[in-house]
């Protein structure tokens, strides 16, 4: 939370992420959120209300639902499929190339926008391999993992 209000007034700078660790970092949908697809390809992710008493007592006086939930269409479906924590960046972009007939530039400029509002929204994190052993899968352990850039807690 102090490190949000640093970086809002530009107290505090944040770390930079070099290209080649991002194209290897594992994107992981969150487990709280639940998706299904439908039949026209597209995925509905039912997102649950944050825990937090404001929220609560918000909800109950204005009688808000206790769940969102947020359509998206065929390309982002496609590309929710892949944050499984098997795939990297660098996988899905070459997927996306193959699929949609785009040029590598066009794949990645818009899986980095789709992905960086996905993470904002706390959609989905990163799991960065490790410097020692680049070609290992994230473990099992998320809380030893490095997060990286709009994800970051602390």
């Not at 998706?35 to 808000?64: C, H, N, Y």
């Not at 972009?93 to 509002?117: C, D, Y």
């Not at 490095?146 to 807690?153: A, I, M, P, T």
């Amino acid at each position: 939370m102090i490190n949000k209000v640093l970086y809002a007034l530009k107290l505090k700078k944040r770390p930079d992420v070099d290209r080649s660790k991002v194209l290897k970092a594992f994107p992981l949908r969150n487990q709280l959120i639940t998706w299904e697809m439908d039949d026209k390809g597209e995925a509905s992710l039912v997102i649950p209300q944050k825990e937090k008493l404001w929220i609560r007592l918000t909800s109950k006086i204005f009688m808000l639902p206790d769940k969102r939930v947020v359509v998206l269409d065929s390309i982002g479906a496609f590309v929710w499929q892949m944050c499984d924590g098997k795939h990297t960046i660098s996988q899905i972009i070459n997927a996306l190339q193959k699929k949609h007939q785009l040029t590598r530039k066009e794949a990645e400029t818009s899986l980095f926008t789709f992905i960086k509002m996905l993470g904002k929204r706390n959609f989905i994190q990163f799991a960065i391999p490790t410097e020692d052993n680049p070609n290992e899968l994230p473990s099992q352990k998320p809380a030893q993992q490095k997060r990286f850039g709009f994800l970051s807690k602390g």
